[in-house]
Nanobody, 116 residues
Framework: QVQLVESGGALVQPGGSLTLSCTVS????????WGWYRRRPGLGRDWVAR???????YYVGSVTGRFSISRNNFEKTVYLRMNYLKPEDTGVYFC??????????WGQGTRVTVSS
């Protein structure tokens, strides 16, 4: 059973930056692609960014150029650096495998609020 612990969320002003971390307890971190997802108010959970086992990064259009995903295989941690934050980035951020598991195993997420 994979365990995921997200952290780093906070209240930040528009234009500010945050770095989210996700520590993963699994024996198979290295061979998986990992993603960040978010649930924004009134919306479902959407994919935000993905990093492959070969470190290739992919982003949803609305965050391209502002967010950066990275991974540390030794620490089994996935990061999401978020710059130039906008109010529409507000939500709860989760990490998980990419694609996400069909059995619905998710962490608690970390809350990001972008507001002045």
């Amino acid at each position: 059973q994979v365990q995921l612990v997200e952290s780093g969320g906070a209240l930040v002003q528009p234009g500010g930056s945050l770095t989210l971390s996700c520590t993963v307890s699994t024996s198979d971190f290295t061979h998986n692609d990992w993603g960040w997802y978010r649930r924004r108010p009134g919306l479902g959970r959407d994919w935000v960014a993905r990093i492959s086992r070969n470190y290739a990064a992919y982003y949803v259009g609305s965050v391209t150029g502002r967010f950066s995903i990275s991974r540390n295989n030794f620490e089994k941690t996935v990061y999401l650096r978020m710059n130039y934050l906008k109010p529409e980035d507000t939500g709860v951020y989760f990490c998980n495998t990419y694609p996400p598991p069909s059995n619905g195993a998710w962490g608690q997420g970390t809350r990001v609020t972008v507001s002045s």
